[in-house]
């Protein structure tokens, strides 16, 4: 590793030295069973109901998100395994999509899919993401329950309303202080729907007054916290070569004057306080009954899958660090892309 550091103190090539942030995440790693029929069936669903073009076809087969859904959700059945690695697939192409969009085409966007999830069986949808909502949603509905379902709309409009925020801020040209952009990010990363289907893929629903305690919310909110800053991190180099500024990195630099590495160590200090706050809650959970704690801890359990298996995937997706994930994640070290240029086709 200190080879792989001393190439770049040599001035080889612009570079941050990525904090150890793999250590410092312990949960075990897990791959569904069903992954390899239900990505290729999940994929050929997304480029169907997507109307994706070849490019964009050999795009989503390359970046794995199925994978990731085989990661985070490894004890589900092959039926829900299948609808969640349909959801996984529909968030990120949302999520590309509504990044074209200003802020009154995302509410266009959002008053599609959200009436395609209230009503999945009887919307006629003609746009590909109502289209595709219509898809994962019925087919939820079908397998769960009406509080879960309300759950799951409840989580997508947070999403849809950070994504919005989102592009209010990039049609302004507005920099967030960091307070600002924690708040929002928490809902851009479509980490809220995604605790949803913890339970979804499990077949069980928590009680209310177990889902909203305070013990519970805490452990899910380093949970999605911890998403955050891993992807805030492994994303920085393609974003910061487009001119993306939605990344902590970029807004500490912006608004706390930090250099590259200051903001690189800032956020990584952060995402490993994320799992010493996991630890901290999890021993502070309340017991209810037996019945109950068996289902409490099956969501922990959930919630540690999410936090590993995401890690993991984030250096072995092509999305953020192209081939040399792998390599980064030994080394740690990450050489700057040039600005402007075609990082990841």
């Not at 009406?146 to 997508?156: F, I, L, Q, S």
């Not at 289907?197 to 177990?210: R, S, T």
């Not at 994930?325 to 086709?345: C, F, N, Q, W």
Request: aromatic content about 12%.
């Amino acid at each position: 590793m200190y080879w792989g550091w001393l190439k770049y103190f040599l001035g080889l090539r612009p570079y941050f030295i990525l904090p150890d942030i793999i250590s410092h995440c312990q949960y075990p790693v897990a791959c569904n069973p069903h992954c390899e029929e239900q990505v290729k069936a999940s994929l050929r669903w997304t480029a169907d109901l997507g109307n994706q073009d070849e490019d964009r076809r050999r795009y989503f087969a390359k970046i794995k998100l199925g994978e990731l859904a085989a990661l985070v959700y490894p004890t589900a059945d092959a039926l829900r395994f299948r609808i969640s690695a349909d959801w996984m697939n529909y968030i990120f192409a949302m999520d590309d999509w509504l990044d074209e969009l200003d802020v009154d085409g995302n509410r266009q966007m959002e008053g599609l899919c959200m009436a395609a999830m209230r009503d999945p069986i009887n919307f006629r949808a003609t746009e590909p993401g109502a289209i595709m909502t219509k898809s994962w949603c019925a087919r939820l509905e079908e397998n769960s329950s009406v509080a879960c379902k309300e759950r799951m709309m409840d989580a997508m409009l947070g999403f849809f309303s950070g994504l919005r925020e989102q592009a209010s801020h990039r049609e302004k040209n507005y920099i967030p202080s960091v307070e600002e952009y924690i708040a929002v990010r928490r809902f851009t990363i479509g980490a809220v729907p995604a605790m949803v289907l913890i339970e979804f893929c499990g077949g069980y629903f928590l009680p209310d007054h177990v889902y909203n305690h305070p013990v519970i919310k805490s452990l899910q909110q380093a949970a999605i916290d911890h998403i955050c800053w891993v992807n805030d991190l492994v994303s920085y180099n393609v974003e910061q070569a487009r001119g993306d500024t939605h990344n902590l990195i970029t807004i500490g630099m912006r608004t706390k004057g930090w250099t590259l590495q200051q903001a690189v160590d800032f956020v990584g200090k952060n995402c490993n306080d994320c799992v010493d706050r996991f630890e901290r809650d999890r021993l502070l959970l309340p017991s209810w009954d037996p019945d109950t704690d068996k289902l409490a801890s099956k969501y922990v359990k959930g919630l540690q899958s999410w936090m590993s298996g995401h890690l993991y995937w984030s250096f072995t997706t092509a999305r953020y660090l192209g081939n040399e994930g792998l390599d980064i994640m030994e080394h740690r070290v990450v050489k700057l892309y040039p600005k402007l240029a075609r990082t990841v086709s």
